[in-house]
């Protein structure tokens, strides 16, 4: 059985920094082939010709998929099912899916969407990212340019036009598995905290607030892609854009402004096979509530079964699935755990181990 392909739903208000934050995940994709599911609304079809732009390694033109007929989650069976449907049975399958919702609409139908028989085989739901706009938020306006979210809402006839935008935002961030602030550049450092430890607060327990400036995030904090836990991570702070002929002065300020990759880092939690597929994932849920663990993700070797347990958490959401039999490889669980710089190795290794 081929592993299932991630997606990944981003939700957040017109100008919280959506495109921003995929047409940069896009240009630093590492190689991966990304599909992408718009949800344009009248006609607002900006989105599409500023993604269309993006490398053709990555994703070409035929990648990027808009939904044209208003709210996704309202169009699920007759817009979203066959689009996904088409895109997963092209013989040159992307490796992620990305969907990039108005946050006009709840995210659950979609996220229920992917349990429809044909898809839920072959695609697992990565997470949802909710995107806000940082500055706007922190001055009680949830978004940048309120009118302009009044216009594109008033555009879909399916949406309830009563619902404040301050409970459409309270919804994003219930259902957030994380929750990137963007535009933290225009905030004052204690702001910034002061927004954050909030939003954390109003979260579900274990979903991470993630600090970003112009969209840019690690292309596997925001994905998990890359972080399989076949390859060797050790590198993993390399992954910055080096400019070798830079005199030294301007490569460091070029490398901490573009990325700020510093700010998170991973490591390896390696252990024996484990005992029950279901008390592991409970476990796995438990640590990433007790730190601040982004993602984690890797291969767990269960007690009598000859295939490898996939395990995937985004937050609190933990998915797992048998992908495929061991073969010859060592039968041990290998997990890769991701989050801010400061993570307490020792403490979060003793608890994955237990």
């Known amino acids: 059985m081929a592993a299932k392909i991630p997606a990944t739903v981003v939700t957040g208000f017109l100008g919280a920094g959506k495109t921003t934050l995929i047409r940069h995940m896009l240009q630093n994709a590492q190689g991966k082939k990304i599909a992408l599911i718009i949800n344009e609304f009248g006609d607002l079809g900006v989105d ?78 990565d997470g949802v990212v909710t995107v806000v706009d ?24 399916n949406l309830d036009h009563e619902t404040p935008l301050s409970e459409l935002f309270e919804d994003q961030i219930a259902c957030a598995d994380m929750i990137v602030v963007n535009k933290i550049d225009l905030l004052a450092a204690s702001e910034a905290e002061t927004l954050t430890s909030r939003l954390k607060s109003e979260a579900r327990g274990g979903v991470q607030v993630v600090k970003a400036a112009m969209g840019a995030l690690p292309v596997d904090v925001l994905l998990g892609q890359g972080i399989g836990a076949e390859s060797d991570l ?23 402004h573009e990325h700020g990759h510093d700010e998170f880092e991973s490591f390896i939690v390696t252990r024996d096979e484990i005992d029950d597929a279901n008390a ?8 990433i509530r007790a730190n601040n663990i982004l993602r984690l993700k890797g291969f767990v070797a269960v007690a009598n079964k000859p295939m490898r347990l996939t395990l995937q958490a985004v937050g609190p959401r ?29 403490k979060i290794t003793a608890a994955l181990q237990a």
């Open 48 to 125: 599409g010709d500023i993604l269309k732009g993006c490398g053709d390694d990555v994703c070409t033109e035929d990648d990027i998929v808009e939904l044209s007929n208003g709210c996704i989650c309202c169009t699920v069976a007759d817009d979203f099912i066959p689009t996904m449907e088409a895109l997963l049975a092209r013989p040159d399958k992307p490796d992620h899916i990305v969907i990039e919702t108005s946050g006009l609409a709840l995210p659950q139908p979609l996220v229920r969407a992917f349990n429809w028989p044909g898809i839920s085989t072959k695609v697992t739901v």
């Open 134 to 157: 940082g500055r706007a938020v922190h001055d009680g306006q949830f978004a940048h340019n309120v009118a302009a979210v009044d216009a594109q809402r008033a555009q879909d006839e």
């Open 234 to 256: 050790e590198s993993r702070h390399e992954v910055h854009h080096h400019h070798h002929d830079d005199e030294a002065g301007d490569h460091h300020h070029d490398h901490a």
């Open 280 to 287: 592991f994932a409970e476990l796995v849920a438990d640590v």
């Open 318 to 346: 933990v998915d797992t699935h048998f992908d495929q039999p061991f073969g010859s490889a060592m039968r041990e669980t290998r997990l890769v755990v991701i989050g801010e710089a400061g993570l307490d190795h020792a």
